[in-house]
Each structure stands twice: as structure tokens, then as C-alpha cells.
């Protein structure tokens, strides 16, 4: 199944479709790279901030989302000049197209 990469929060209007792309094309490379499928590192990361228990697959699923959320925001938020609490978070679903 394709997901969809997009990004949610309170400050995400303030990017504009060029950061957007840039994130979501540097979040694309990270998933690639890893051969992850964002999806699945999405659900082990939601299991991660549940405190569920997780298979070491899906500890190292968590550490491809958190290094592709990363890479996303800093590409989002490049050309910023306010550093400080920017609630925009990497989001994925899956594409219904």
C-alpha cells in the first residue's frame, strides 16, 4: 500500500508548498534509504509513544521515523528565522488515489 506524506500542527500553514515539498521529499529519501515503509514506521512510533512493548524490527522502525521526521522539519523550517516551540510534525496515511 503507498502512503501519503504530509504534515500536521498548529504552525504547518506557515510553510509554504516549496518547504513542504522539500520536507516531504527528504522524509521520501530517508524511508527509501532504509527500504521502510512509512506506514509501518508510523505504527511503531505510535507504539513507542504508548509505551508499548516493541519488537527490535519495529524499535528500528522508530528510529528511521524519528530520523525522517527530523530531516523533514529541518527542510520545512530551513529559511525560518524563529527556531523556538514550531508544532509541525511528519504525517502519513494511506493513499486512497
Excluded: Y
Excluded at 508548498?17 to 527528504?26: K, Q, S
Excluded at 509501518?40 to 530520523?67: G, H
Aim: with cysteine.
Amino acid at each position: 500500500m503507498q502512503a501519503r506524506i504530509t504534515f500536521e500542527g498548529e504552525h504547518v500553514d506557515m510553510a509554504s508548498p516549496d518547504e513542504i515539498a522539500a520536507g516531504i521529499g527528504v522524509a521520501s529519501e530517508v524511508f527509501s534509504h532504509h527500504q521502510a515503509d512509512p506506514l509501518a514506521c508510523a505504527a511503531a512510533q505510535q507504539k513507542l509513544e504508548k509505551n508499548e512493548p516493541l519488537t527490535k524490527d519495529e524499535a528500528l522502525l522508530c528510529v528511521v521515523w524519528q530520523t525522517a521526521e527530523d530531516k523533514a522539519f529541518r527542510a520545512v523550517t530551513l529559511n525560518w528565522m524563529v527556531r523556538g516551540d514550531i508544532d509541525i510534525w511528519l504525517a502519513v496515511s494511506p493513499d486512497t488515489q
